[in-house]
């Protein structure tokens, strides 16, 4: 993706600089691995899946229709649920299997993964690398925006998002809260033979925060500008505010949040 005055705004440019930024694979790492028991009732024929689960409303969905039975038919329960942070909002295909054998076996099955097995076989987050560069003025203003992500997706997708959950959200909100209209950038997935990707715990935000503020930081180095100031001059102040990418902020509080930290902290002290 690329913004139409993208080329010019880049050619402008007083001084353009660049970051390399590797984020390393993680896991959520929830108190509770996952687990559940479908319990079949002879009675009436129905299943009642009981699961860690933080979407038990779509899994009874999407779980009936893989398995080819009527949605009326399937319960899903959702108890207190030790953890979740997004590793628990996609659909594990082991809740599909017991509600497959509940079915099928006409009884109770159950399946409780351990540490180990969570570590090595659920979804995984954050395994990129990104180059960013940015084009600045002489005043420290930044003109333009140009990315490059590279995002390990894993072996498989998952559902509902897909495994394409992270480099798309990193394409969609790299600028950050930081006033820049002209943006390029370059995601793709790759897959591999390591775990899927999945939601965690704000998504890309803070691969995409961490490589934000380290060219901040580099650029006012290179610039010659206090690095508070330097945001200064580049945080959103008007709004509601349209990203280059057409994603609308209805208000906040950028530079007045930096501000208040930058007194609590007395900076030239902490320095």
């Known amino acids: 993706v690329k913004t139409q005055g993208f080329d010019a705004k880049w050619a402008s440019a007083a001084k353009i600089v660049s970051v390399e930024i590797r ?28 699961c860690s689960t933080q979407m038990p409303h779509l ?11 009527p949605e009326s038919d399937l319960r899903v329960v959702a ?5 979740g942070f997004g590793q ?20 109770s099955v159950a399946w409780t993964e351990d540490r180990r097995e969570n570590l090595i076989a659920c979804f995984h987050s954050r395994d990129q690398y990104v180059t960013l560069e940015g084009a600045f003025d002489v005043d420290g203003k930044l003109l333009a925006l140009s990315a490059d992500v590279l995002a390990n997706i894993g072996a498989y997708s998952c559902f509902p998002t897909t495994c394409a959950v992270e480099p798309l959200m990193a394409m969609a909100e790299m600028p950050g809260p930081y006033d820049v209209r002209d ?8 897959v591999t033979n390591t775990c899927p990707m999945a939601p965690y715990r704000g998504v890309s935000r803070p691969v995409i925060t961490f490589a934000l503020e380290r060219l901040m930081d580099k650029s006012a180095s290179a610039l010659g500008i206090d690095p508070v100031d330097l945001r200064r001059r580049n945080l959103i102040t008007k709004f509601p505010y349209t ?17 208040l930290a930058v ?4 900076i030239p002290a902490f320095r």
Do not use: W
Request: proline residues 4%; neutral net charge; contains cysteine.
């Open 263 to 266: 007194r609590e902290l007395d």
């Open 23 to 50: 984020s390393r694979r993680q896991n959520a790492l929830p108190m509770e691995p996952r687990g559940a028991h479908a319990a079949y009732d002879f009675a009436s024929g129905r299943i009642t899946l009981t």
């Open 183 to 190: 943006y390029a950038c370059h995601a793709r997935g790759v």
């Open 243 to 259: 990203s280059a990418m057409g994603l609308v902020f209805d208000d906040a509080s950028y530079l007045e949040t930096m501000e």
């Open 88 to 107: 628990k909002m996609s659909l594990s295909p082991e809740f599909v299997t017991l509600v497959f054998l509940a079915r099928k076996l006409r009884m």
């Open 59 to 69: 899994m009874r969905t999407v779980i009936a229709d893989l398995v080819g039975m």
């Open 79 to 83: 108890p207190d649920v030790g953890g």
